[in-house]
């Protein structure tokens, strides 16, 4: 289990304001944000309005999403002129403190700062011991329950206490190498009257649960059987990738070049430029998306997980991947050159550099009969 806990103070004149927000990213207001915690098993708040003081403990694997969703509240206490403090501990390890104050965000800082204002320690040894005291309800017969420990019937779609999305998709991340190792997951699905992925068992890469019963055997079956899934937060950041170089042909258009096109034909019409104008096209890619352009060359080729997310994304660059990676990657180095980054390009688009941004080729890359 991982404690999480949490003051955040913001002045009486705006706290109406601050509880009425939501964070970025959340759909619900602070105020209900909190109360959803304080439902979570060995959550509570303290009852005092100014600070807010909430602590709770969750399975590790929740842990970094919930304290994703503390830092978004944290962010807006200080967007309004608050302040606040998060802690994260292992039940009997280290409490570890981040600061959020005037521009600091996530600023580490010792538990014992000046700063720290809450004794996260005494609030360590606290949850440490209603957590050896806590004794889950005896669930009836047949009763699901999801990681968070609450009790879930066999068709929700969403857990009551943690909001966990039952009907999320689960990529695969690995498989075995033999493929009728996964027969007997197969024939236990269909015993169980779980749906079966779009292709089998034998070749997915994404599965699609439907409700809590599919979710948590599905989570129960698939590891055992030798499919490593990927953990949900990564899927979503690769997913979330794909969607958005896909949408770069329309967002940075290239002359004849379709906004519909697929990011990999836009790769590729790099090295068919000829009219320096494109340059400030290039310029805007190279400051606003430059940061992506080392996630992209991260993309596993012929990776399970990565062809997850392409299908989710309804992207095929991870295919592509396969076969056309080179090329790809040498076309973003390319568009680096129009961020100042000294980066070696293949012949081929030292060729289009010279044609359209002359000023930007090294003087160690022109030959004699360029100058």
Known sequence: MTGLAVVMSVAASVRKKWSARRPEGRDAPV?????????????????????VELRGAVPEAEAPELRALLESMLDLTVALGGRGVLAEFALDGEVRCFLWEGRNRALPVPHEDLRVETDFLTLQRQLREEVLRYEPPEPEVGTLRCSCGAPVARDDETCRACKRDFTAPLGIESRPEDPELLRPLRVRLMELNVRLPDKDVFRANVFRPSNAFEMLTLEELLPEAGLELTEPGELRRRVELLEEV?????????????????????????????????????ELLAREQEHRFKEIAGIVPDSPGWHAAGELSHSSLPILFEYKQEQILDALDFVRRFAGAQVALSERFLGVLLRIAPERVLAKERKPHWT
Request: net charge neutral.
């Open 31 to 51: 105020v209900e944000l909190l109360y959803e915690l304080v439902e979570r098993p060995l959550f509570d708040m303290a009852a005092t309005l100014d600070p």
């Open 246 to 282: 896909e949408q770069w042909p329309k967002r940075y258009r290239l002359p004849g070049v379709p906004a519909n096109s697929a990011f990999a034909s836009w790769c590729d019409a790099l090295a068919a430029l000829k009219k320096p104008a494109v340059s400030k096209v290039l």
